[in-house]
């Protein structure tokens, strides 16, 4: 069974985050994210705006993520991905 990774709380202690608006943040989650999937965790996507507590911005991430991994890496995408926009989780299958 795989395990699910909170994508916030994951990048809080990796300590990737930083303060201000523009600085990246979340361009960094997405590149976690990536890792994760690629390393067999699920990933449920939770935004660091609002310290993920907040439904439009872990969508609007989740939408990011989704049209990134499309674009990047079509061939896993193609067959290999679960997605589950309801929970905002995504899995390599």
Do not use: C, W
Not at 4 to 18: S, V
């Amino acid at each position: 069974m795989k395990a699910t990774i909170d994508l916030y709380e994951k990048a809080r202690i990796e300590m990737i985050l930083t303060d201000g608006e523009q600085s990246g943040n979340t361009t960094r989650m997405i590149d976690l994210a990536i890792q994760m999937l690629f390393d067999g965790f699920i990933v449920e996507v939770k935004d660091h705006y609002n310290r993920g507590n907040a439904r439009f911005a872990n969508e609007k991430l989740f939408d990011r993520l989704l049209r990134r991994l499309f674009r990047e890496h079509p061939g896993q995408m193609k067959d290999h991905v679960k997605y589950d926009k309801e929970n905002l989780t995504i899995e390599f299958i």
